[in-house]
């Protein structure tokens, strides 16, 4: 069973940078394209960002787009999230997941979640 493990999550200033990490076991991480979701306190699950297998394709969510990106290692089975000019509203458990697009749905594996918090 693949498993996905967070880290790199903390607390930042408003304006600030942070680096999440997405260790995957086993051999087949390059076959599955990759995401990250978010979900902050009473808040349902958001898609943030995904990649395709080979790291050619990217696709963001309207409100970090231009400032988080999406990038992967598939040497070790690694998927990163690189949040800049981070915002209050960014507080939340950010997720990755295996295996989908867009859409919560899609994904068949989950992580258990790293937790950022950004102050004002």
């Known amino acids: 069973q693949v498993q996905l493990v967070e880290s790199g999550g903390g607390l930042v200033q408003a304006g600030g940078s942070l680096r999440l990490s997405c260790v995957a076991s086993?051999?087949?991480?390059?076959?599955?394209?990759m995401g990250w979701f978010r979900q902050a306190p009473g808040k349902e699950r958001q898609f943030v960002a995904s990649?395709?297998?080979?790291?050619?394709?990217?696709y963001y969510a309207d409100s970090v787009k231009g400032r988080f990106t999406i990038s992967r290692d598939n040497a070790k089975n690694t998927v990163y999230l690189q949040m800049n000019s981070v915002k209050p509203e960014d507080t939340a458990v950010y997720s990755c997941?295996?295996?989908?697009?867009?859409?919560?749905?899609?994904?068949?594996?989950w992580g258990q979640g790293t937790q950022v918090n950004v102050s004002s």
């Open positions: 997941a295996r295996k989908g697009l867009t859409t919560a749905a899609e994904y068949d594996v």
């Open positions: 086993g051999r087949t991480f390059s076959r599955y394209t």
């Open positions: 990649i395709s297998r080979a790291g050619s394709a990217t």
